[in-house]
């Protein structure tokens, strides 16, 4: 194929009659189409999706859409036939065409997308609505909204002006600028949420255009990188194995406008504003420090936390069994300040996995050594204690104590304790653990339990139901997981 800088368009004008050049300026013909491509992919774009590009053109994103979605799941609008001619022609080529059956509809009115047949999960508009008078504008919204899945989103560019343009229909190749307040109102009005992308544009701005159930809560407030998007589809178990995210659940959460919690195991619709909290991040990013990884499991930590804030405010010290590299050991003492504190955190683990001889038969069915295997292969638990001491080197008053529980539980020398975790994903040294510390928990202390009503842990369950009888008492279940014990007063 000819690469003279002829077919490129070199030094030719936005607009003029070039298959490049009439799409844009010609020299950054690869950035959009880049720019484009990662920002649907890192929004959720998967191959079985199906897209709508609004004003296709030459196909700059387009052949790059192509061959990555599925046969039969890109649809372009475009009124100028030429331009896809030669975007096939110079760009994508025929075989791809006959491999991807792309469909093309060439109109300018928004209405022809319903002739797709299909609803979109995701439309694309790049530099469209920079050249739209807002009677245009409202109709591609109107359009798009009616054709897009409910979980669908549009991303469209415009230009952010302080007043509104007054052009009306299609405006090329000159632009026309709109205020964010003008372009949010036609979003609601067209049924969709209108959120401004932090997403570089050389020229112009990204918005997103999002039908009700689709989830921007997770862009919110962070950088909107592919780490946080691949976090997002995918998510890790108590095994730390990266699972994909749930599958959107059957509830109605259409009135939830983005704001879905749905990470580790656990998918709500309930306000969890603790997330922005700035203390809470900061001690939350110090677990992803001493971890060397983001676990996604904000909710967990919010509740350990809660606890260990509560417990500070008691006599006693702190204690925790399984600690592995101290992701939410590590959080609390941030958020605690701990030096400040004048307690002791007792951290207990034997820092290279559980040890077989105390996992029970019902832990063992249920897959407790595999799990254990799996986690030391995968690198989620530690191989080994120096790296974790030297993450809690910051700290005073803290000691590691290293080796297997119930043999080194003798070394934890507190009198008073006011915060227990257990967390060995095992029953036999958990059930040791507590009963070794009941007695020394203070009225009110605080047992926080994480894989109490963990999905697959069920023999713990059992076995902390059991001891919670014996003592009279009940364990709160949380949707997290985890379990909580408040030690009551008078209770030995
Ligand atoms: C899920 S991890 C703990 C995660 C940790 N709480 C955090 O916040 O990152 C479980 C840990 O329990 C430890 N463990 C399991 N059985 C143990 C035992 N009998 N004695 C001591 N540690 C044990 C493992 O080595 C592992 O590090």
């Given at each position: 194929m000819d690469l003279t800088q002829e077919s490129l368009g070199a030094g030719l004008k936005p607009g003029d009659a070039h298959y490049r050049a009439y799409v844009g300026p010609p020299e950054d013909y690869d950035l959009i189409a880049a720019m484009t491509f990662n920002l649907l992919t890192t929004l959720g774009l998967r191959q079985h999706h199906s897209l709508l590009d609004v004003g296709c053109g030459s196909l700059r994103v387009g052949r790059l859409l192509i061959p990555y979605l599925n046969c039969g799941k890109y649809f372009g609008?475009?009124?100028?036939?030429?331009?896809?001619?030669?975007?096939?022609?110079?760009?994508?080529?025929e075989a791809l065409l006959e491999i991807k059956r792309p469909t093309f509809f060439f109109a300018d009115l928004p209405e022809v997308i319903t002739q797709a047949n299909t609803s979109?999960?995701?439309a694309v508009a790049q530099s469209i609505f920079s050249h739209c008078g807002l009677d245009l504008i409202k109709g591609w919204l109107s359009a798009i909204s009616r054709s897009l899945t409910e979980d669908g989103a549009l991303v469209a560019t415009f230009l952010p002006g302080v007043q509104d343009s007054?052009?009306?229909?299609w405006v090329y190749p000159e632009c026309v600028n709109y205020r964010p307040a003008t372009m949010r109102q036609a979003a609601a009005d067209a049924g969709l949420r209108f959120e401004l992308l932090d997403w570089k544009h050389p020229r112009q701005t990204w918005a997103l255009f999002a039908a009700p159930k689709f989830d921007s809560g997770w862009l919110r407030n962070k950088p909107l990188t592919w780490n946080a998007g691949l976090a997002k589809a995918l998510t890790r178990n108590k095994a730390g194995n990266i699972t994909p995210a749930a599958p959107a659940a059957s509830a109605d959460f259409s009135h939830a406008e983005g704001h879905v919690y749905d990470q580790d195991g656990l998918r709500s619709i309930h306000n969890h504003e603790f997330m922005d909290d700035p203390a809470f991040r900061k001690a939350y990013q110090r677990g992803i420090r001493a971890a060397g990884d983001d676990y996604r499991w904000h909710w967990r930590v919010h509740i350990g936390l809660w606890a260990a804030a509560c417990a500070a405010r008691l006599e006693?010290?702190?204690?925790?069994c399984g600690v592995n590299r101290g992701f939410?050991?590590?959080a609390i003492m941030d958020y605690l300040n701990w030096d400040s504190l004048g307690k002791h955190f007792y951290l207990l683990d034997t820092f290279r996995g559980l040890d077989e001889r105390f996992v029970s038969s019902a832990d063992r069915a249920s897959g407790a050594v595999e799990k254990n295997k799996k986690s030391l292969t995968s690198g989620f638990y530690a191989q080994g204690i120096e790296e974790v001491r030297a993450n809690f080197s910051q700290w005073k008053n803290v000691s590691l104590i290293e080796g297997?529980?119930?043999e080194t539980l003798s070394q934890v020398r507190a009198e008073k304790i006011a915060y227990l975790h257990l967390d060995m994903n095992c029953s036999p040294p958990e059930i040791a653990a507590i009963q070794c510390f009941w007695e020394r928990l203070v009225p009110g202390a605080f047992v926080l339990l994480d894989d109490y009503a963990y999905h697959g842990y069920l023999s713990q369950k059992i076995a902390m139901d059991q001891f919670a009888q014996e003592k009279g008492i009940k364990i709160l279940s949380l949707p997290t997981g985890q379990g909580l014990l408040v030690k009551p007063i008078g209770n030995r």
């Open positions: 609008v475009e009124p100028n036939e030429w331009l896809v001619e030669e975007g096939i022609k110079r760009e994508l080529g979109f999960d995701f007054p052009a009306k229909g006693g010290d702190f204690v925790e939410l050991s590590s297997s529980i119930p």
